[in-house]
């Protein structure tokens, strides 16, 4: 998705990157991790005390 105050060669590097890798950022839409990541001060006292 472009916007519209982005110069022309910016697209242009960044599609060249996307092809060399395959990479589809249409793949990674619903792909929302933050909320996994969330945990209380509860749990990270328990990991702090295995170490």
């Given at each position: ?7 022309e ?17 249409n ?25």
């Amino acid at each position: 998705k472009r916007h519209l105050d982005e110069p022309e060669d910016e697209m242009d590097y960044r599609s060249a990157i996307r092809s060399m890798f395959r990479y589809n950022p249409n793949n990674f839409v619903d792909d929302d991790d933050d909320p996994n990541m969330e945990v209380g001060f509860d749990q990270i006292a328990k990991e702090e005390r295995r170490r």
